[in-house]
């Protein structure tokens, strides 16, 4: 029997091998070394197999990055069919936020599959469903979409890229970049670094929350406007971070 790259056992024939079994073996190999790493010889090494013995069950990488990117919008909450269309789209965005908090990788391939799977269908149906059933118009429901998605997946961006990462690497970093510039020529950055950043319990992450409710709270405005006759419910809105 042969061993996989964790050590554990690999299959040692092609008929142990699955088309979910590949999608596997890339999901994993994505969130270890990110999409560069993903080849079809590094799914077979993670595997424990031969690369030709791939290509037995998908036609190519193409379609393996179709598969895990579906994968991955499976992983994500669905807004549900009823109650407050904040607090489920708080929730879905909240979710999402988190799933590509485990994928980062995933980040600039959501909306550039020309293949989506039916996980990913299944997505996009469900949150245009809640905006609708909301009351929100067809062209409304477009707006809202993207600049819903555009938020999350930005700061799901900035969130994976930035070198402060947690209230652990705060001062780390940002004691750098004050010995980089000088104090004098950048008192604003000094004063926002000495009195934001560095304060006990700063945490680039909370800030999500706080920018999530102005986008909502914008869409709710624009809503009444579509239904001046009517008050959208906050009973059930998320709660404020």
């Known amino acids: 029997m042969t061993t996989s790259r964790g050590g554990g056992p690999g299959p040692s024939t092609r008929a142990s091998l ?39 069950y998908v036609g190519g990488k193409d379609e393996i990055i179709d598969g895990i990117v579906d994968r991955v919008f499976g992983e994500m909450d669905l807004p549900a069919s009823e109650g407050d269309w904040r607090s489920e789209m708080h929730r879905r965005c909240a979710s999402a936020r988190s799933v590509l908090r485990r994928h980062p990788w995933a980040i600039p391939l959501l909306q550039s599959r020309t293949s989506p799977g039916p996980a990913t269908l299944r997505h996009l149906d469900a949150v245009i469903g809640c905006l609708r059933r909301a009351g929100f118009s067809l062209e409304l429901t477009a707006h809202a979409y993207a600049v819903i998605d555009s938020y999350v997946y930005g700061f799901a961006m900035s969130e994976a890229s930035l070198p402060i990462n947690g209230p652990e690497t705060v001062g780390e970093v940002a004691e750098s970049m004050m010995f980089q510039y000088l104090a004098a020529d950048y008192p604003n950055l000094l004063e926002f670094t000495t009195g934001h950043v560095l304060q006990p319990g700063y945490d680039f992450g909370l800030e999500f929350d706080f920018g999530l409710d102005l986008v909502l709270d914008a869409l709710d405005a624009r809503l009444q406007d579509e239904h001046p006759d009517r008050t959208t419910a906050r009973a059930g809105s998320a709660p404020r971070g």
């Open 18 to 56: 699955s088309r979910d079994r590949v999608l596997d073996g890339a999901m994993r190999v994505a969130d270890g070394g990110g999409l560069g790493s993903l080849t079809i010889r590094s799914i077979a090494e993670e595997l424990g197999t031969k690369p030709m013995s791939i290509y037995h």
